[in-house]
């Protein structure tokens, strides 16, 4: 559905993304994952016809993104990471008016059927003035699925918003990613994990890794890391553990906290569980303990060694992410 080859962009003298190859196949949902600043938004921009690429090719559907850009705008629907709304209009008023805008035809039909898809109808008539931001993000949502496009281009859909409008908004795109191929970006690994199927993480402009969240997980720490919570003596049960046979590593992160990380293959959880109590300590809590986002970066970064480029400038630090 979108195929990207060697796709680069210089903002003057500065490199925003390079050499970016990738695919989409159609019904997928895709996470673009990346600290600030890495190049997801230039790259989505570039994908739904807003920007032209420096160079590289871009495909949607069999149409290039620079010859045939009206029809690649025509199969792609966009939401920026910041949605131009007006707020004296009301949701059905601004609606309207991006239909209009797009010349889709049946106009209000159209417009009553995406503020239902969005889960709005109830503030159809409200000013987008003072709809909360969850709402906003819906309408902004809305006007990206106006004119039936078969993809989706979500940039950020959940940044600022608080955690019950985060839920919210995660279910409503797993909703339309049952009907569309969707990318989004996201500098939240389990945003990812919880809408995706699959991740590209973005770093310093390039592509870094490519697979499942679950393979990525597995493949950048070949190994399998728990949580141990107990009331009792942590440095004690985390040099028992220690001993077991499989366990890699064990460390008290906490005075009743527990971490250690098995051999690929191997499950030592009851045995852990059996040592914890036979050394007379009350187990409370055995639980499987997923790398951050932070963490594979850094296993990225430390791998790829990255190479100073003259448009990059010397490699920064690792960037703080969101875990
Ligand atoms: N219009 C512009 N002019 C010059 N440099 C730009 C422009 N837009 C982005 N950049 C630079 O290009 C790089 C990539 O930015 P981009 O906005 O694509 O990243 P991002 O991953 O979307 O980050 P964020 O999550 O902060 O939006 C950054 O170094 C940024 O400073």
């Known amino acids: 559905m979108i195929r990207v080859s060697n796709l680069t962009k210089d903002y003057g003298s500065r490199r925003a993304i390079s050499d970016l190859t990738f695919n989409i196949e159609k019904g997928e949902i895709v996470a673009?994952?990346?600290?600030?600043?890495?190049?997801?938004?230039?790259?989505?921009?570039?994908?739904s016809g807003y920007m032209p690429p420096s160079q590289g090719i871009?495909?949607?559907?069999?149409?290039?993104?620079?010859?045939?850009?009206?029809?690649?705008?025509?199969?792609?629907?966009?939401?920026?990471?910041?949605?131009?709304?007006?707020?004296?209009?009301?949701?059905?008023?601004?609606?309207?008016?991006?239909?209009?805008?797009?010349?889709?035809?049946?106009?209000?039909?159209?417009?009553?059927?995406?503020?239902?898809?969005?889960?709005?109808?109830d503030r159809s008539n409200s000013y987008i003035g003072n709809l909360s931001k969850g709402m906003r993000q819906r309408v902004g949502?809305?006007?990206?699925l106006l004119h039936k496009p078969e993809v989706l281009i979500l940039d950020e859909p959940t940044i600022g918003l608080d955690p019950a409008q985060i839920i919210e908004v995660r279910n409503l795109i797993r909703e339309v990613g049952r009907e569309h191929t969707v990318l989004l970006s996201t500098h939240i690994l389990p945003e990812a994990q919880q809408v995706c199927s699959r991740v590209l993480i973005i770093n310093k402009g390039k592509i870094v890794a490519e697979d499942t969240t679950e393979n990525l997980?597995?493949?950048?720490?070949?190994?399998?890391?728990?949580?141990?919570?107990?009331?009792?003596?942590?440095?004690?049960?985390?040099?028992?553990?220690?001993q077991i046979h499989g366990v890699l590593h064990a460390q008290a992160a906490d005075t009743d906290l527990?971490?250690?990380?098995?051999?690929?293959?191997?499950?030592?959880?009851a045995e852990a569980a059996r040592v914890i109590v036979q050394s007379g300590l009350d187990l409370?809590?055995?639980?499987?303990?997923?790398?951050?986002?932070?963490?594979?970066?850094l296993q990225l970064t430390q791998e790829e060694?990255?190479?100073?480029?003259?448009?990059?400038?010397?490699?920064?630090?690792?960037?703080?992410?969101?875990?």
Do not use: C, H
């Not at 409370?284 to 970066?297: G, K, M, N, V």
């Not at 480029?309 to 960037?319: D, F, H, I, R």
């Open 32 to 47: 673009f994952l990346g600290p600030n600043g890495a190049g997801k938004t230039t790259t989505m921009r570039i994908l």
């Open 58 to 121: 871009v495909e949607v559907n069999g149409f290039d993104i620079i010859e045939q850009s009206l029809e690649v705008r025509r199969l792609v629907g966009y939401l920026p990471e910041t949605v131009p709304l007006y707020p004296d209009l009301s949701v059905f008023e601004y609606l309207k008016f991006m239909a209009d805008l797009r010349k889709i035809k049946q106009a209000e039909d159209r417009v009553d059927e995406v503020i239902e898809m969005v889960r709005l109808g």
């Open 141 to 144: 949502l809305a006007q990206a």
């Open 217 to 242: 997980q597995n493949r950048l720490t070949g190994s399998v890391r728990f949580r141990i919570r107990l009331r009792g003596d942590a440095s004690a049960a985390a040099q028992k553990i220690g």
């Open 258 to 269: 527990v971490e250690f990380e098995s051999a690929p293959g191997q499950d030592v959880r």
């Open 284 to 297: 409370l809590e055995l639980q499987p303990a997923s790398l951050s986002l932070e963490d594979i970066f």
């Open 305 to 323: 060694e990255p190479a100073p480029t003259p448009e990059l400038g010397q490699p920064e630090p690792a960037p703080e992410m969101e875990a």
